[in-house]
């Protein structure tokens, strides 16, 4: 029975990680709701995390009711008037007992823009969420300081002690390299190599050392089930050959995953001194491709690392912010990239992840570290916010395609149009559920 404490201890973790993570972009993308309706004028009656029994609750001076319930699964914010927590309805015995000033605080008797604006502000709250954490990561560990200085150099079979910590990069094997923009030109152009003649400036005198190629196959992490962790490889580890087959730069091993067609691979390792043999079993998966869109490859989950890292500098607040905003636009792109190549089957369904795959990844991710974790909340958060935008009855993007008939025609869409866009909006966002759910299953444990 002793071999079922750590499948035990693993199960718990990744649920209490993934109950943490889906928990804080629900509570964050529910508080946008809640305090713009406030801000706008329309009463909030309960803001509830989670559905189901109530586990704690207090009222605030506002006389909206904060609570806790049992199923952490989702959140919703009640508004005074409401039939259900969806708003989609109002309560017609409620309304009637309201004098008109009354009525103006529910998001039914509220002006146009005051309930747009209430719509509008979850998925706006999740895309700041994630906006912030971009930014403040960018602030928290910095940029590359230029022109280019050794803050370390990393174990790797080729290493040798000429290069140093201190060292002010000048040029690799005579191509200037004292920018990180020269520095990756030269990489291009000169050939790979186990070690490398480097011109540095060292107390104020300019020297010629040697040091290792600039793109080794040293691992730095892994994704998510990833088929190179499945095997036993560790960060740190180098991979200096690929069936007998000696190589020397990360592009090699790309080259040699890409073209096994999902066929074993033998790899070599460096390990800490040692060399030693695994055998991974490359994994079909659909990727961004340079150029946009997605593309087919066959992957071993192995994220490259710098042999050598340059000391960091931190950027001004309006520089870090224009990465969180690129970052943030980035995430966005890629989801609207994703759903487009789905829906015309240039890659596989098993792209779409369902809630057994994020609560897996939660996990792995939060095992990793606390910043891997935060950042990867921002992530989620940020492709959350863009789904809400999708206009489909039901999620704030079809709410808001209402309010743009209501301010185009002066009305809103009759009753029983609304109730049949409202059905068909639930029937498809159920069915995606059950689909993306199926898929988990199917892709990840079937195939």
């Excluded at 305090?35 to 605030?60: C, N, T």
């Excluded at 091993?253 to 999902?262: F, H």
């Excluded at 460096?270 to 340079?290: F, I, K, Y």
């Excluded at 993007?397 to 185009?408: I, K, Q, R, S």
Aim: charged share 15%; hydrophobic share 45%.
């Amino acid at each position: 029975m002793d071999s079922l404490i750590p499948v035990f201890g693993n199960l718990a973790f990744t649920l209490v990680a993934f109950v943490v993570a889906l928990s804080v972009i629900i509570a964050i993308h529910e508080y946008g709701h809640y305090i713009v309706g406030r801000w706008s004028g329309i009463k909030a009656e309960v803001f509830s995390l989670g559905f189901g029994p109530v586990l704690a609750s207090r009222v605030d001076k506002h006389g909206t009711r904060w609570q806790i319930a049992a199923l952490p699964f989702g959140g919703y914010v009640k508004f005074l008037g409401d039939k259900s927590a969806a708003s989609d309805k109002a309560d017609p015995d409620v309304l009637a007992e309201l004098t008109p000033e009354e009525r103006r605080h529910t998001m039914h008797g509220a002006p146009l823009w005051a309930r747009a604006a209430t719509v509008f502000a979850g998925p706006a709250f999740n895309f700041i969420l994630s906006f912030l954490i971009f930014t403040a990561f960018v602030l928290y560990f910095g940029i590359q300081k230029e022109p280019l200085v050794v803050s370390e150099v990393k174990p790797h079979p080729a290493a040798v002690e000429g290069l140093a910590p201190g060292d002010t990069l000048v040029a690799i094997e005579g191509v200037p390299a004292a920018t990180a923009e020269q520095m990756n030109a030269a990489a291009d152009e000169i050939e790979p190599s186990p070690s490398l003649d480097y011109t540095v400036l060292r107390d104020g005198q300019e020297i010629v050392v040697e040091g290792p190629w600039l793109t080794p196959p040293i691992a730095s992490d892994f994704s998510p089930d990833s088929a190179a962790a499945a095997a036993g490889m560790e960060p740190g580890d180098v991979v200096v050959s690929v069936n007998g087959t000696t190589i020397a730069d990360f592009q090699e091993l790309n080259d040699a995953t890409r073209n096994s067609e999902g066929k074993p691979l033998n790899l070599g390792i460096w390990r800490n001194g040692e060399t030693l043999t695994l055998s991974v079993t490359p994994q079909r998966r659909d990727t961004p491709a340079p150029d946009g869109g997605f593309e087919t490859r066959y992957l071993i989950g192995m994220h490259g690392g710098a042999v050598i890292d340059f000391e960091t500098e931190t950027p001004g607040v309006i520089e870090a912010m224009g990465y969180g905003a690129e970052r943030l636009w980035f995430v966005v792109d890629m989801s609207v990239q994703g759903i487009w190549s789905v829906i015309n089957q240039d890659i596989s369904t098993c792209a779409v992840s369902g809630p057994i795959t994020i609560a897996k990844t939660s996990g792995e991710v939060a095992a990793k570290g606390v910043s891997d974790f935060i950042f990867f909340i921002a992530v989620i958060s940020a492709a959350v916010g863009f789904m809400n935008l999708i206009p489909v009855p039901v999620l704030d993007g079809g709410h808001l395609v209402f309010h743009a008939w209501e301010a185009l025609t002066g009305h809103p869409p009759p009753d029983r149009a609304m109730n049949v866009m409202m059905g068909i909006g639930l029937f498809l966002v159920l069915s995606l559920m059950v689909f993306a759910f199926g898929n988990d299953i199917w892709c990840r444990f079937i195939l």
